[in-house]
């Protein structure tokens, strides 16, 4: 069946614009998580959805940072104000429920390039 | 903070000679460990899921371990070749968290 995807694939923008970023999970997936991926930082945990649960946004790096999951299925993650040090792979994935023992899988990403 | 170190960073052998990946991490209470592949401008590839009740995971030429009690997990990947060149990724779940290493970026040469 078809797995997580991600869109766009690529993103280049200006320092202080918005951007979407879009991940469809595997249908049925009912916990959804976002990471982050920067040469720095290496990857790091962002933020999760399990069902209609309050989402853990424990992972996000600031308040331009925001992320919502609509019908229990896609999600978008916005950025605000986008700064240079927000470029990065954004990977998205799924899982069936929120027990410990499911596997993760992950989208393709979405590289973010802010000049 | 459950800390993920991966050494080495880097690892360049001739073909058909095994690989040694090795993770280590700092809090045993984990769940699962995964092995993940991650090819250049490329997502996340799983390689090896090991459940927290297990103590190693197969699949085709990729072996797997874990060692709870010390903290430790190896990736063995037998008879290697120019295409298993990548970065290998372990990653422990803290419940529903993963915590990542660095990685091992792996070259096999012809």
Excluded: M
């Excluded at chain 1, 869109?7 to 249908?27: A, H, M, Q, W, Y």
């Excluded at chain 1, 308040?63 to 299925?73: C, P």
Aim: charged residues 20%; neutral net charge.
């Amino acid at each position: 069946g078809a797995g997580v995807s991600q869109s766009p694939s690529n993103k280049v923008t200006e320092k202080g614009k918005d951007v979407e970023l879009r991940c469809d999970p595997i249908s049925g997936h009912t916990a959804l998580y976002w990471y982050r991926q920067s040469l720095g930082q290496g990857l790091e945990f962002l933020i999760y959805f399990q069902g209609n649960s309050a989402p853990d946004k424990s992972g996000l790096p600031s308040d331009r940072f925001s992320a919502e999951r609509t019908g229990g299925s896609v999600s978008t993650l916005t950025i605000q104000r986008t700064q240079q040090e927000d470029s990065a792979v954004y990977l998205c994935a799924s899982s069936l429920e929120k027990r410990t023992s499911d596997e993760q899988f992950f989208g393709p990403g979405t590289r973010l390039t802010v000049l | 903070k459950q800390e993920v170190t991966q050494i080495p960073a880097a690892l360049s052998v001739p073909e058909g000679e095994n690989l040694v990946l090795n993770c280590s991490f700092t809090d045993s209470a984990i769940y699962n460990l995964q092995w993940f592949r991650q090819d250049p401008g490329k997502g996340l590839t799983s390689l090896l899921l090991i459940q927290s009740s297990q103590r190693e995971q197969t699949s085709g030429r990729l072996n797997a371990s874990l060692d709870k009690s010390s903290g430790r997990s190896t990736l063995y990947i037998a008879a290697s070749q120019p295409g298993d060149s990548a970065t290998y990724l372990c990653a422990v779940y803290d419940d529903y968290k993963l915590s990542f290493g660095a990685g091992t970026t792996v070259t096999v040469r012809a």
